[in-house]
């Protein structure tokens, strides 16, 4: 049995019905939130825990969750590229993304996952749920994921990006990626790694590849996790070839579903909304990358109107769960051209939906500070300026708090990063490892 009391804090709970406990204490258990409250209640309550962290009247808050992540795509910052740069979203993938996934080793796997899962930790990033390509380094990639993250204390799901784009071969590889690793989260039953079945866009997948998908699937429970609409040339093929936009073919084949996530959704209509609502699958919004990528602004707003389960994700743009919600604001204003609008969307998307979202995929109340909660914790060192209550919480958050107030970060109970120090992590010689690998893999390229 492992205990860990963090006390003397604000507590801001998040979740459906989110307050604010001034000297509060939460107690962990055995990964799980045992209790909470007034930090003299809470003490009273349960046994002397075998570590304590004093809040030293910072804020107590749930670990974030980032609910679309590409750890792969790492080796690709300050890479450079010879040629006219990408100018659609088409030739980004073209000329970058499916240059990079080939040249990937089974090594260089496990170190492009380290490394953001560091920065994770930094961010206040308790939880991950990756989409992960390396087409010439199928079988195994998955379980460096795992590793990585097993590694550095993070919570992650973690799926193989299936595709055609690279042959019948390499596609059927990543569907026996996909099954062998979900069948081994299975059997494992382990809160802190489970996953889903990659698929990378509808236009790269034939419907035989669907089907096949589907079929190998069955049974297990795993949802689908799949770039949904994000370019226009998405929608555009699929009518094309299909005769029909993205969410009506990837119902159609099976694909949706509570434990689904279609990402981005960009390019989707009304009629799409409403299927995306009936089969109860969860979307997530990535606006850094969508904005880099010049494919235009989801419909957010209009998705969590109809009641949509809309989250949040940083697409690997950076890790800064709390920069991208605060992005979110910002954006659907501009879009809107209407300062009223997108300002309790974007904590839902962040505080409230991804919790919902990771919950579907780790089987336990995630987001919240919560009795039976998953004991993943962060401290922010933050000073109002003025008055600060359940009812403004999120006006301070948006205006006030950064990840470089970050402090101590808990993940299943374990302390991952004490008083802004990692806690057993040696970053020097992970970082320079990767350098060594980044630099061979650009020689690939």
Not at 23 to 44: P, Q, R
């Amino acid at each position: 049995m492992s205990t860990l009391l963090i006390k003397n804090g604000t507590i801001l709970t998040m979740g459906d019905n989110p307050e604010l406990i001034e000297n509060g204490a939460v107690y962990i258990k055995d990964g799980i939130i045992a209790d909470f409250g007034k930090s003299s209640e809470v003490e009273k309550n349960v046994a002397p825990a075998e570590k304590t962290i004093d809040a030293g009247g910072k804020f107590i808050m749930p670990g974030l969750i980032n609910a679309h992540m590409h750890l792969y795509s790492t080796f690709a910052r300050g890479m450079f590229l010879p040629g006219e740069p990408a100018k659609d979203f088409g030739e980004i993938l073209e000329k970058l993304w499916w240059r990079l996934d080939k040249t990937l080793t089974i090594e260089d796997c496990y170190y492009s996952a380290l490394l953001p899962m560091i920065e994770c930790v930094k961010k206040g990033v308790t939880t991950i749920i990756d989409h992960h390509a390396s087409p010439h380094a199928v079988l195994g990639s998955l379980d460096e994921n795992e590793r990585a993250a097993r590694e550095i204390g993070i919570r992650g799901s973690f799926c193989y990006e299936l595709s055609d784009r690279d042959g019948m071969a390499i596609r059927d590889e990543g569907i026996e990626e996909n099954i062998r690793f979900i069948k081994k989260c299975k059997e494992m039953n382990d809160p802190m790694v489970k996953a889903m079945f990659g698929m990378h866009a509808a236009f790269t997948l034939s419907d035989e590849s669907l089907d096949k998908a589907v079929e190998a699937a069955e049974g297990l429970g795993a949802g689908f996790h799949i770039h949904t609409a994000e370019g226009i040339a998405d929608v555009n093929y699929n009518k094309e070839h299909y005769g029909m936009p993205v969410i009506e073919r990837l119902e159609k084949h099976g694909i949706l579903g509570p434990k689904s996530l279609a990402i981005h959704c960009v390019h989707i209509n009304d009629n799409e909304i409403d299927i995306l609502k009936k089969t109860d699958t969860c979307t997530v919004h990535n606006p850094y990358s969508n904005m880099g990528n010049a494919v235009g602004v989801a419909p957010v707003l209009k998705m969590v109107k109809k009641g949509v389960v809309a989250g949040l994700g940083t697409d690997a743009y950076n890790c800064d769960v709390l920069e991208h919600f605060k992005l979110v604001n910002v954006l659907h204003k501009l879009n809107a051209l209407d300062p009223r609008v997108s300002w309790a969307e974007p904590a839902q998307l962040a505080f409230k939906n991804n919790g919902k979202i990771a919950e579907r995929q780790f089987g336990l109340p995630m987001g919240v500070i919560a009795k039976g909660a998953a004991g993943d914790v962060i401290t922010v060192d933050y000073t109002p300026w003025t008055p600060m209550t359940s009812a403004n919480m999120f006006s301070h958050i948006h205006f006030g708090m950064g990840a470089d107030g970050i402090c101590d970060v808990i993940a299943n109970g374990k302390v991952l990063m004490h008083d802004k120090k990692l806690e057993g992590i040696d970053t020097e010689r992970i970082a320079a490892k990767a350098r060594e690998l980044a630099a061979k893999l650009w020689k690939r390229i």
